[in-house]
């Protein structure tokens, strides 16, 4: 499985943008995900998608701003970040699972995450 994140850029404050990340493999079973690293900061999760697409999880944070989809048919998840805050800067990298025991888990440790794209950067004005 291979991941490809796309979509970052530089937008203003309150603005908005929508990420992208393609596979190339069979994702549809694996649930996915979204994490961000901040320069000088740990990477932290962002949200994430059950492998059925029953359930999604987001940081506390973004809960109401962001909003984690997937297209199976695509092989293709997206993130929309609206509202967007100076302290969303940061890399984003979206991750595919480790085969999971549960169709409806979203794990948010990154050790459970065995396949990351390259990351794409989001920059945040004031």
């Known amino acids: 499985v291979q991941l490809q994140a796309s979509g970052g850029g530089l937008v203003q404050a309150g603005g908005s943008l929508r990420l992208s990340c393609a596979a190339s493999?069979?994702?549809?079973?694996?649930?996915m995900g979204w994490f961000r690293q901040a320069p000088g900061k740990e990477r932290e999760f962002v949200a994430g998608?059950?492998?059925?697409?029953?359930?999604?999880d987001y940081a506390d944070s973004m809960k109401g701003r962001f909003t984690i989809s997937r297209d199976n048919a695509k092989n293709t998840m997206y993130l929309q970040m609206n509202s967007l805050k100076p302290e969303d800067t940061a890399v984003y990298r979206c991750?595919?699972?480790?085969?999971?025991?549960?169709?409806?888990?979203?794990?948010?440790?990154?050790?459970?995450?065995?396949?990351w794209g390259q990351g794409t950067l989001v920059t945040v004005s004031s």
């Open positions: 991750a595919a699972s480790s085969p999971l025991p549960g169709m409806g888990w979203v794990p948010r440790t990154s050790q459970l995450y065995a396949y």
């Open positions: 493999g069979l994702v549809s079973s694996r649930a």
């Open positions: 998608i059950s492998r059925n697409d029953a359930n999604t």
